[in-house]
């Protein structure tokens, strides 16, 4: 099975910071990961696909790099509907979540 | 819109029925996924099943306990869990595939809560 590891756990961040999510893998998935956003008490939402890909809809401060085993996502300035947890997902084989990470107000 | 329905407390080892309405996409045409989510924890994967219904995988954590199936002339999914332990204890949300042959999800539902305890 393939493991997904996130880092850091817990951020805490300022509105208007750039804020950096490492996603790794325990084997390579090639570019076969996407990112969630998940606000308290809703349902997760697509943020990015194929590693780099940006879902429709999405603010373009949002963005992603990687392939292989590591991965990350930037906001490259932070708003506030973007303090939630932000869950990476492979897809290379079956499915696996990481752990998420939880973004916090500074 | 993904709407989850049956959730409820059940004993240990009982069972369940989770359905999952759908409508505003041509449902025959998706894979569809359940999600769990255990208080507090995070998102693990439990199910998908193609567009046909024809094909299902599951997570060994719920494989040969939990059954998923669909049928589309309702345009519902379902998620039949048997032999339920607390460790099942989740809000389980339904989730499309989305376009192309990735797995993973671009329309999700509220979520049901299954509670598992005698």
């Known amino acids: 099975d393939i493991q997904m590891s996130q880092s850091p756990s817990t951020l805490s961040a300022s509105v208007g910071d750039r804020v950096t999510i490492t996603c790794r893998a325990s084997?390579?998935?090639?570019?076969?990961l996407a990112w969630y956003q998940q606000r308290p008490g809703k349902a997760p939402k697509l943020l990015i696909y194929?590693?780099?890909s940006l879902e429709s809809g999405v603010p373009l401060r949002f963005s992603g790099s990687g392939s292989g085993t590591e991965f990350t996502l930037t906001i490259s300035s932070l708003q506030p509907d973007d303090f939630a947890t932000y869950y990476c997902?492979?897809?290379?084989?079956?499915?696996?979540f990481g752990q998420g990470t939880k973004v916090e107000i500074k | 819109q993904l709407v989850e329905s049956g959730g409820d407390l059940v004993q240990p080892g009982g069972a369940l029925r989770l359905s999952c309405a759908v409508s505003?996409?041509?449902?025959?045409?998706?894979?569809m996924n359940w999600v769990r989510q255990a208080p507090g924890k995070g998102l693990e994967w439990v199910s998908i099943?193609?567009?046909?219904?024809?094909?299902?995988f599951y997570a060994d954590s719920v494989k040969g306990r939990f059954t998923i199936s669909r049928d589309n002339s309702k345009n519902t999914l379902y998620l039949q869990m048997n032999n339920l332990r607390a460790g099942d204890t989740a809000i389980y949300y339904c989730?499309?595939?989305?376009?192309?042959?990735?797995?993973?999800?671009?329309?999700w539902g509220q979520g049901a809560l299954v509670t598992v305890s005698s």
């Open positions: 989730a499309k595939q989305a376009p192309g042959s990735g797995w993973f999800f671009d329309y």
């Open positions: 997902q492979q897809y290379n084989s079956y499915s696996t």
């Open positions: 099943i193609d567009a046909s219904g024809g094909g299902a």
């Open positions: 194929k590693a780099s």
């Open positions: 084997q390579s998935i090639h570019d076969w």
């Open positions: 505003g996409f041509t449902f025959s045409s998706f894979g």
